[in-house]
Each structure stands twice: as C-alpha cells, then as structure tokens.
C-alpha cells in the first residue's frame, strides 16, 4: 500500500501548537508519558493472550526499552505489547481526545485567563488524553513503527505536528511499538544516560515491568532503571509520596495532586488490594453519557480492563486507581465480571470505605471538603435518585448553598436554621447561585426569613422529586404556586394591626379580571401573590406542573417543544400594582394602557426568568408607547 496523507482532527493543528510550545513546564515529562503508554500496552496484550496465548508465541518477556543515538539524535522508546493495526494509527494518533478537543482548547483558554491557575497549562492536558503529543515539545518529528499482535503487517506513522500525518505499510520484526523521537536542537539533553535514569526514576519507578536503557554493546550494559515490580504489592512503608504521586499520574493520566489515597490490602476469605485516588481537578469526561468507570481490574498482577463498572457505583466513577484480586479467575471475562459474586462483595467494601474516608474529610477538613463538593457534588448527587441502599450515606456528604448561610451546607444543618412553623425544605433550581438568589420569587422567604437551598446542578432536577422527603421534611419547590408561608412565625417583621394591611392593600380584583383578559392563553392564570415583597410580578408554576428550570432544560435539548403557560402573581402591595388597580376600578370598556401595562409585566416577569421574549418587537413598541404617556402626562 502506498504512502497516506491525512490531517489532523480538526484544531488540531492549533492545539499540537500550545502543546509543543508552552503545556508543561518541565519538557521531561514527555518521556513519563511514552513509557506509560508502552506500558498500558503490554498490560492489553497479555489480558489478550489469556484467551489466545498464540498472540504471544515465541515473544520475549514483556519490556520497555530506551535507545538513545546521538548520532541520529533520535530517543527511541520500544515496547513489545499489542501494537497497533493501520485503523488504530489513525485513530488513535489521528485524533486527539476525540469528542474532548473542541472543550479542551476551552479549557485552555479559560486557564490562561485565569491569573491563580498556577498549573493550568499541565493539569489540563492530563485531563484531556494527549499525553502522546507532549512529545512534540522535543520533537522535530515523530516516527511511530508497529504491529499488532496477530497481524503480518506493520505500519510506519510520521509527523511534524504541524496539521498532517502519513501512515504506509512497514517491515517489523514482532508485535510492538517503537517511537522515535527526533529530538530538536536545544533538546539533545535527553539522549544523555545520566538524565534519562534521573527522569525514569523520578516519574516511572512504579511500571510493574521493566524499563531497559539499551547499552551500545561496547562500553556500555543493558541497564534496567526501575524498581519493575507493581507499587500496589509493596509494603506501604516502602512506598514514597512521590511514588504514590507518580502512579497516581500513570494510572490516572492527568497531572494534578491526587486529594485523597486509599490504599488497602485485605487478607482472607477474599484476599484483593486496592489503591484508590480522588483527583483534585475535575476530569474533562466526567459527564460523558457512558459515565464509564476509571479503575483497572488485576488479577495477580495480570491486567484484565481499564474500565471495570462493576467495581464501583456509577456515581464514583472520578474515583481513579486499582484492584488486584487473589481469587478471581485469572481467565475471567468482561462479560463474567457483571455477574461474578466475588466482585459484588469487593465492590461493597471498596464502597463503604469511600463513604467513611469522605464522611471524616467532610467533618474535619471542611474547606478542603468544599473544593471536592464543587468538584464532584452533581455525580454523587446522581446516587440520591439510583442508589437506595446507600441514600442516608450520601446524605451525610451532600452539601448545598442557600440563602441563610455563606459556603456550603449540610442538609442537617438546613434542618437546624428552620423557622418556627416551616413545616418542608425550601429549593429553587437554576442554572447560577447568585442568580437564582435574587428571583423574585424568594422575596416572601427572605421576608419571613426563611432559607432556601440553591440548587444549580442539571441532576438537581430529578433526584428532588425522587427523594421526596429527608428526615421526614418535605422538599417544596419555592418557584411553585402551592407556597403558603403563613404557619411560619415572622420573627424579624414589625407586627402590623389588620386595619394598617387593609388600608394599604387596594382592591385588585378588577385589575386580576382584566389582566386575565388581556393575556389569554399566554398564561394558565393571575393571582394575587403572598410571596412578592418587592417586585410587581412574578412566575410560578402550576401545581401539576413542571417546574420552570426542568421545562427550560427539556427545551434546551428539544425533549419539549411546547412551553406549559405559567401563572403569573401580582403583588398588591406594589406601588405599580396599586395604581393600575385604581384604573382598573375606574376604567370602562377598553383600556389599552392596562392592556399594554399586563403584557409588558408578563414580559418583564420572562426577562427576569432568563427567558427570551416572544415578541421583542412588541415588547419595545409597547415600552415607547407607555413611556411617550408617562411623559405626557409629566
């Protein structure tokens, strides 16, 4: 087959640029991130040979081998895994982070925007999978030599990273990868043996195989750089942070500090070890829809998958690391994983020690607790509508903002702040906190002070209708119609005698009849509002109805195309409202300035909703009309 040409996934080009020029601040990490892949290759390809041990016939011991030739100045990194067929060269060094690229050229530039994020540049790009193209910061070019095992052909990948690769069919002796590196001119410091050891026992100590740095075969011997044995067998007191560190890194492939480490070996009836990490940045695919897991399954020593769902609840799945299990068959499949009863139990331990080590951070830790919360709050709060065994547990780690405290709350501290007579737990949704906050439709509980959580995640939807209730208080949406705020005790408003309300609450029953009038079908009905205090008008929700945020989500991703009309509230102690209702006493027959003056509420009311308004046009003709009057009348 001839020589391909292809281009790179597109901003590709301008990505392989920042990374090349300015991702990390230490260019050495490039090699971390070659012998890390070799790395993961040569674990695929013995799970393989478990169930074709053909693949591996005749191959040597698995290893990872650097070659450093000064006089090509090239850095090559050999490794005699699974190798690579000609679809997965395209694929996997044609595209970077597949459907991650377009969010993590966001990301980047949110970062550079960002004058606190120290190491903004670096933790990003272990968030998004290009680990490969660090390599670029080095390289003149890249050649990428492979077979896959079971495969006769072999393939050769080339380029530059400046928008275009080639691909054609090579000679390679075995299954394997090698990657040669043509290092630039100012970078020829990594083909010196001395930096090359000092680089793989900084970050490559913990590859459960060995790395060989090739001898010329005169003055200098093969030498093995690294420990080669897995860092989740050794004792821990054998175990540095940095060596914890650099396999968090390895087996996570992102670049921030690990928040919290678990490592556990249990002895028994069941003998597995588990090392688990909870990041400290939020991953870029944390809400992808497959909300795949991202622990690796051992079986004495021997990788089985990189994504094994069963280890762990769905709603875990930023949890990075591994379990090595003793007793599972060392043939087992993917497909007998889901069903296996050793698993399920390792799963229920590896669950409950989560829950505890979160449960002391939150209580001792609690403004570390809060960055996690921020983190990874709407993936555990998916728990509270799919997990029922453990719904109290993740309870006790929910923390949510509210109108009645700074930072972060428990649920049991909301519990703890409720008025005298406050019967449910208050929420409204939306898409921002301080937003939110300031609805309208909050004006009575502020009144009566009254707290109401502050719910923002999109997850916040469908597990408060699940749940229904906590500690037998129900949760009450304050952006429905059904609100009555009466039994609570007013602790904090001066007292006013029933003639002082009388006299400053007009008569607005003309004024509701006519503004029904006026709006028709644009909304389900017009009542007087107990919860307004200092706006005119507001919009709530039916009983019965979807609530506002939820609709405004469903049409967002056109899983609704009709809006359900909304009840609008007045406020009759409104100036506004008092002086329309006065005209509506007097007026007779027709009366477009309350026409006009019910419509534009009706749209001030969707503006501040954050809704678009259905007639902008109208909206600013009705505006110029009523402010000409107003003037007029001046």
Not at 385 to 390: A, G, I, S, V
């Amino acid at each position: 087959m001839s020589k391909e040409t292809f281009s790179f996934q597109a901003e590709v080009s301008k990505l392989l640029d920042i990374v090349a020029h300015s991702l990390y601040s230490q260019k050495e990490i490039f090699l971390r991130e070659l012998i890390s892949n070799a790395s993961d290759a040569c674990d695929k390809l013995r799970y393989e040979a478990l169930t074709n041990p053909a693949l591996t016939e005749g191959s040597a011991p698995y290893q990872i081998t650097l070659r450093a030739d000064k006089k090509a100045k090239t850095l090559t990194v050999t490794d005699n895994g699974i190798g690579m067929n000609r679809q997965d060269l395209v694929e996997t060094l044609g595209t970077i982070a597949r459907s991650g690229t377009q969010a993590f050229m966001e990301a980047m530039a949110a970062a550079r925007g960002d004058a606190k994020k120290k190491r903004g540049d670096v933790d990003l790009i272990g968030q998004f999978g290009v680990g490969f193209y660090s390599a670029f910061m080095v390289a003149e070019r890249i050649e990428v030599t492979t077979r896959r095992a079971g495969d006769d052909k072999a393939w050769l990948w080339i380029s530059d990273g400046r928008g275009e690769f080639t691909v054609e069919e090579a000679a390679r002796d075995g299954h394997g990868t090698d990657v040669v590196v043509f290092l630039k001119k100012d970078d020829k410091e990594y083909l010196e043996p001395m930096r090359i050891r000092t680089i793989v026992k900084t970050y490559s100590d913990h590859i459960g195989l060995p790395v060989v740095l090739a001898g010329d075969g005169k003055d200098l011997a093969d030498e093995t750089l690294n420990t080669a044995s897995a860092i989740w067998t050794r004792q821990k007191k054998d175990i540095s942070d940095d060596d914890y560190m650099e396999f968090y890194h390895h087996v996570s492939h992102m670049f921030d500090d690990p928040w919290l480490k678990l490592h556990n070996r249990v002895e028994g009836v069941q003998s597995y070890t588990s090392l688990l990490y909870v990041p400290s940045s939020r991953p870029f695919d944390l809400f992808h829809p497959e909300r795949k897991s991202q622990l690796k399954l051992y079986v004495k020593r021997v990788y089985i998958t990189d994504n094994c769902d069963e280890l762990l609840p769905g709603y875990f799945r930023f949890v990075r690391g591994i379990v090595d299990s003793e007793d599972l068959p060392l043939n087992i499949s993917r497909e007998m994983l889901q069903h296996n009863p050793q698993l399920q139990r390792i799963r229920k331990a590896l669950t409950k020690r989560l829950f505890t080590d979160l449960a002391k951070k939150a209580e001792g830790a609690a403004e570390e607790y809060a960055t996690f919360w921020e983190n990874f709050g709407a993936v555990l709060k998916e728990g509270l509508y799919e997990d029922l065994e453990h719904r109290e547990q993740l309870f006790e780690l929910a923390r949510f903002r509210s109108t009645g405290a700074d930072g972060l709350s428990s649920l049991k501290d909301y519990i703890g702040r409720m008025k005298e007579g406050q019967d449910a737990i208050y929420y409204i949704t939306g898409e921002d906190a301080h937003q939110v906050a300031q609805s309208p439709q909050l004006e009575g509980f502020k009144a009566k002070g009254i707290e109401v959580l502050l719910l923002t995640d999109p997850v916040d939807e469908f597990w408060v209708p699940s749940v229904g209730e906590y500690e037998g208080k129900a949760f009450k949406s304050a952006t429905r119609g059904n609100v009555d705020l009466s039994a609570v005790k007013d602790t904090d408003a001066k007292e006013k005698d029933d003639s002082e309300k009388k006299t400053d609450t007009p008569d607005i029953a003309p004024l509701i009849a006519r503004f029904k009038l006026a709006l028709g079908d644009a909304v389900k009905d017009v009542r007087a509002s107990e919860r307004l205090t200092d706006s005119p008008v507001c919009l709530v929700a039916d009983e019965g109805d979807l609530d506002i945020h939820l609709e405004r989500i469903l049409k967002q991703h056109k899983q609704l195309s009709q809006a359900t009309p909304r009840v609008m509230e007045i406020n009759p102690k409104h100036a506004l409202i008092g002086k329309l209702a006065e005209r509506a006493l007097t007026a007779g027959g027709q009366d477009s300035i309350l026409d006009d003056a019910a419509m534009l509420l009706l749209d001030q009311a969707r503006i501040v909703e954050g809704e678009s308004l259905a007639d902008p046009l109208a909206f600013s003709r009705r505006m110029a009309k009523v402010m000409e009057k107003g003037l007029a009348a001046g």
